[in-house]
């Protein structure tokens, strides 16, 4: 069963930063791309960057390209968002999702606020 | 980045069939088709349907997907209570080099 499992959620400062994980099993980690993919309360789903599974390419929203970096280790089965220069509008849940959107995980709420 | 259009709610009766739709261009529906996801409040949304058709085991067969142009739709048939649902279309846009979405659709099942 494919599980993953996000954490390093919170409540930050505006230019604050945060470090988001995902930890995966229940699949081959290193053979699947992976996405992290948002939504702010009562809204709707907001793509937020890919990864693939060789770490190239990565894509990211124009909404947090430059703050945002993704990564990953395939050797821990893990995925990573590092956060930078956090704004108002970054508050959401933030979901770690293989690719093609076929498993999702519960989610990690961040809030930023001061 | 701009999105998918989907109507923000459709109403119908139970048992009867509900058909959503997804507008997007050339680049991204009208390219390689749409994903479709269902969400339950409180809960993680659940794929249905990826690049028109193609269902994951476990998904009924009461839902189908298609795609016309750059129109992706998604049929529900014989509609249930537990149907009840927001439904998100998503594709990848290659001139963006983005993942878009709809704004998500709220099925209500009357």
């Known amino acids: 069963e494919v599980q993953l499992v996000e954490s390093g959620g919170g409540l930050i400062q505006p230019g604050g930063s945060l470090r988001l994980s995902c930890g995966a099993s229940g699949f081959t980690f290193s053979s699947y791309a992976m996405k992290w993919v948002r939504q702010a309360p009562g809204k709707g789903l907001e793509w937020v960057s890919y990864i693939n599974s060789s770490n190239i390419p990565i894509h990211y929203a124009d909404s947090v390209k430059g703050r945002f970096t993704t990564s990953r280790d395939n050797a821990k089965n893990s995925l990573f968002l590092q956060m930078n220069s956090l704004r108002d509008e970054d508050t959401a849940v933030y979901y770690c999702v293989t690719d093609l959107f076929a498993d999702w995980g519960q989610g990690t709420l961040v809030t930023v606020s001061s | 980045q701009a999105g998918l259009t989907q109507p923000p709610s459709v109403s119908k009766g139970l048992r009867q069939t509900a058909t959503l739709t997804c507008t997007g261009n050339s680049n991204n529906v009208g390219d390689q088709g749409a994903a479709w996801l269902q969400q339950h409040q409180g809960h993680p949304p659940k794929l249905l349907s990826y690049?028109?058709?193609n269902r994951p085991s476990g998904i009924s067969e009461r839902l189908s997907a298609s795609r016309s142009g750059n129109t992706a739709s998604l049929t529900i048939t014989g509609l249930q209570p537990e149907d009840e649902a927001d439904y998100y279309c998503s594709a990848w846009d290659r001139s963006l080099n983005a993942w878009v979405f709809g704004g998500g659709t709220k099925l209500t099942v009357l």
């Open positions: 690049r028109n058709n």
